[in-house]
């Protein structure tokens, strides 16, 4: 594959229930990468590429069973064996979950920014986790900067009333009690590396 990257994708036609259904290589100079974690389940593994007459030693990430055995994919394709389809949805869904339940790592040039961000831009983020209720019911996840973890928006069920603030009400973190939550309806990125500057400048 020449020396450029390539993604495995499960495109929009995939379908788990279907072995007949593949995942599909993409060149990565299609994507921007908007998140730079590597999945925990992933290894990192050198084989010859005996595909191609040159026999490139070619790097692989992905889970061992992939990365180890040459004719995985291959066999993923055929849809002879229904193990194959079944160890890959298997890893999909933990990489998925995996996915939902973290925080991405920030890119170098994301992690620029954030260094970079002044007092009142983390105060200006800081808003967000006052008179909050619309924005986390319009949220699909929430963060809390006091405890770092990260929660699905359906899971916030107490709020405490501002009688200051026109009596809106704030959310309180499912799981440590803390009126530091932030709904990703505000648009801010959950970058590990922004909730945890944002614990350092506020709990430090
Ligand atoms: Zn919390």
């Keep these: 594959m020449c020396g450029e990257p390539w993604y495995l994708l499960c495109d929009d036609y995939y379908r788990a229930d279907n072995i007949d259904s593949f995942p599909r290589y993409y060149p990565a100079m299609l994507f921007d990468v908007v998140d730079a974690t590597h999945s925990k389940y992933w290894v990192e593994y050198q084989r010859i590429d005996e ?17 180890q055995d040459p004719y995985f994919y291959g066999e993923l394709l055929e849809a002879c064996d229904e193990n194959y389809s079944k160890v890959f949805n298997r890893y999909k869904l ?23 961000l002044s007092d009142e831009e983390l ?9 909050n209720r619309e924005e986390v019911e319009a949220s699909s996840r929430c963060a809390c900067f006091y405890c770092q973890e990260v929660f699905r928006a359906t899971e916030v069920k107490d709020y405490i009333v501002e009688p200051s603030m026109d009596y809106k009400e704030t959310a309180l973190c499912p799981r440590c009690g803390a009126d530091t939550i932030l709904g990703d309806a505000a648009g801010i990125p959950f970058y590990k590396e922004l909730i945890e500057k944002l614990h350092r400048h506020y709990f430090g």
């Design 123 to 131: 105060h200006e983020i800081h808003t967000h986790c006052t008179a």
């Design 51 to 67: 595909c191609v007459d040159t026999k490139p030693e070619v790097t692989n990430y992905s889970f061992p069973e992939f990365a």
């Design 94 to 116: 933990l990489m998925e979950t995996e996915a939902w339940n973290g925080y991405p790592t920030a890119t170098l040039i994301q992690n620029l920014k954030i260094a970079a």
